[in-house]
């Protein structure tokens, strides 16, 4: 049971810390971390349909095929990962983790699938008496909006999320972008105010 918790923590903080989506997440490869540039290559999303084979296919938009950066944290996290992984596969005897295998694999070796983390994702919500109207999805946003209340230009915010085109991200954060320019011209004003200030003291 320890391993089926840490995945779901690598998981889920993945998404918090990257802003990729679920289906993204589900598609990684242990090849697509750089681990000497702690860089995370997103290149596949991973679609399964009711009653459907699953579907490992290009991200949604060209855009979507990307280098998110990761932190010392997420890296040494992911490291705990790779090991519970390998061992979990040498106990059922699938020999030695590869760097072609998911992050985030079924015993077969098929990767796993959104809907498993959608569902786990709902019972945390209810054993923590937390909002059920928050989905895996809200992860993404809330990483798009923290990154835009910390003023990191939108080109670098909508880079980050696989987005198409910057307007995209604007359209979708439109209200957290405008809370965040507010907040900056407040603290402008504030600046301006002490220098004021300080030439009259």
Not at 66 to 92: N, T
Not at 103 to 112: E, I, T, V, Y
Not at 151 to 174: C, Q
Request: glycine letters at 8%.
């Amino acid at each position: 049971l320890e391993g089926q918790s840490l995945k779901y923590e690598v998981y889920f903080k993945l998404i918090l810390a990257t802003g990729m989506r679920r289906g993204e997440a589900c598609g990684l490869r242990w090849s697509d971390i750089d681990w000497r540039q702690r860089a995370l290559h997103i290149r596949r999303n991973v679609v399964k349909l009711s009653g459907q084979p699953i579907l490992v296919k290009e991200p949604k938009t060209r855009a979507g095929v990307r280098v998110v950066y990761l932190s010392k944290e997420l890296c040494k996290l992911l490291r705990v990962w790779q090991k519970e992984s390998a061992w979990e596969k040498e106990q059922r005897g699938g020999g030695g983790l590869e760097e072609e295998d998911y992050l985030f694999r079924q015993p077969g070796g098929d990767p796993m699938v959104p809907s498993t983390f959608t569902f786990r994702f709902k019972k945390i919500l209810q054993e923590g008496d937390l909002p059920d109207n928050l989905n895996v999805h809200s992860l993404r946003h809330t990483n798009a909006s923290l990154l835009i209340a910390a003023h990191v230009p939108v080109t670098a915010v909508s880079g980050r999320l696989g987005h198409a085109k910057t307007s995209t991200t604007t359209d979708i954060y439109a209200g957290f972008i405008r809370s965040a320019d507010a907040a900056a011209s407040d603290a402008l004003t504030d600046v301006f105010t002490r220098i004021r200030d300080e030439n009259h003291a």
